[in-house]
């Protein structure tokens, strides 16, 4: 088989083989339920703890704010439902951004139906909240305010800290949903006065089904699952020991080499972008140079339609993904391409390639040869790009 | 996601391409929905379809449902090739998921587009074609200027 070239980093990772290692002593050897009375239980609880300690350490937290999870969807659920819960009496507003992630967006459409009001905020046309909307949609009877640390398409990293200061000033509480950030860029909870923070294993190079929220002391939610003491009884059920443990290791491992992997990706990264953009006529770069996701980079290309793009890199050995209608299930492209302003049309020849650990110099110079090539077929096949050059032709 | 057969149409096109001086062209689709397909057709005296291209921006499926219709109508008559169904398409492609259905409709109302024009541009009438509804060339005209 032709060797894989996997740039689709933000949709999952490779769990690192330090990880797996890391884990594997907790399926057969440890097994024990942490909250077991005996020795062997023990064993269990100390690793979960330690993972805890790594996980608020890399966070500026203390280690009783750290909440695991099945998830960062699950993580964001909790944070938005239960805080509109446990805050109701003082209001039924709720501010977010209309480039969240759906965990985030099809949680407060959920919420919109049972009597809360939410606002979604605009973006600018890198993808950046604008703070002065965010002060002025702030209302008397506004409970939270939900938005992303930095977004899964095009990478954009939002002011947080401007944010955070603004919901502190407020009394509001503040919610942001990490998932693509944490372990790419340093984040700290009470610099930046988050209250509340989702984040997931996978995303860096952890394992799956693990994820955790973090809630500041003295923030009020509502226990997520009922039924036992875990997780100082917000989050009931028998810890998933393996998970956390995972967690833990890759947390540790993405914290010690950030800053060296976010230099080199970024290395890559404006390589690939620019060697895209001089070599593909009618491309384009979505969201910031400056203030983006290392390893994150999302084009358009005029007149072709992403998914067709994804199916001939993927014959390559290519993975990568798109932003297009025919990937999202619904006949509109991506909300977030659309919220950048881009039309409809230029929002379904959308590619995303995000970098990982693994990906070498000459994985960018293959994917940027494929790409010329089946920009190029799909452009031969496309009556927009045919009635185009006509147009130019006749000018 | 796909059958073998789409993909081996969406992998080899049939018939892509343009038709000088075609008998007929139908655009149909539009681009904010993610699908445009164009049908040439070169229909002779007899009012036999001896040639048959397409143009498509869309989805892999779109392009595989437009390389089937183009495979379904050549050699055929016009009455034969108004028969050629989004049905049809997609029995002969081994289906198509739920979300892509959309695009054999598509299809069919490429071949009846393009059958339209055939008819307007010699002034005659296909019994059993009604004009179709989703052609875009008239407003997406002057756009890009």
Known sequence: MKKMIYLDNAATTRTAPEVVEAMLPYFTEYYGNASSIYEFGAKSKEAITKARETIANALGARDNEIYFTAGGSEADNWAIKATAEAYRDKGNHIITSKIEHHAVLHTCQYLEKNGFEVTYLDVDEQGMVKLEQLKAAIRPTTILITIMLANNEIGTIEPVAEIGKIAKEHGILFHTDAVQAFGQVPINVDEMNIDMLSASGHKLNGPKGIGFLYIRKGVKIRSFIHGGAQERKRRAGTENVTGIVGMGKAVELALSTMEERAARERELRDYLMSRILKEVPFSRVNGPRENRLPNNASFCFQFIEGESLLIMLDMGGICGSSGSACTSGSLDPSHVLLAIGLPHEIAHGSLRLTLGADTTKEDIDVTVEAVKKIVAKLREMSPLYEDFMKKNAKK | ?145
């Open chain 2, 1 to 145: 996601m796909y059958s073998e057969k789409v993909m081996d149409h969406f992998k080899n096109p049939r018939n892509m391409g343009e038709i000088e001086n075609a008998s007929g062209v139908g655009t149909v689709g539009n681009a904010k929905c993610g699908d445009i397909m164009r049908m040439f057709l070169d229909i002779d005296d007899n009012g036999i379809i001896q040639d048959v291209k397409f143009k498509t921006f869309g989805c892999g499926a779109a392009v595989a449902t437009s390389s089937m219709a183009t495979e379904l109508v050549k050699g055929k008559t016009i009455q034969e090739a108004l028969e050629v169904t989004n049905k049809a398409v997609m029995e002969a492609l081994d289906g198509l998921p739920p979300v892509k259905v959309h695009c054999s409709l598509l299809a069919e109302e490429a071949i009846h587009a393009a059958l339209w024009d055939y008819a307007e541009k010699n002034g005659i009438k296909i019994d059993g074609l009604e004009k179709p509804k989703s052609d875009i060339s008239e407003e997406e005209e002057d756009e890009e200027y």
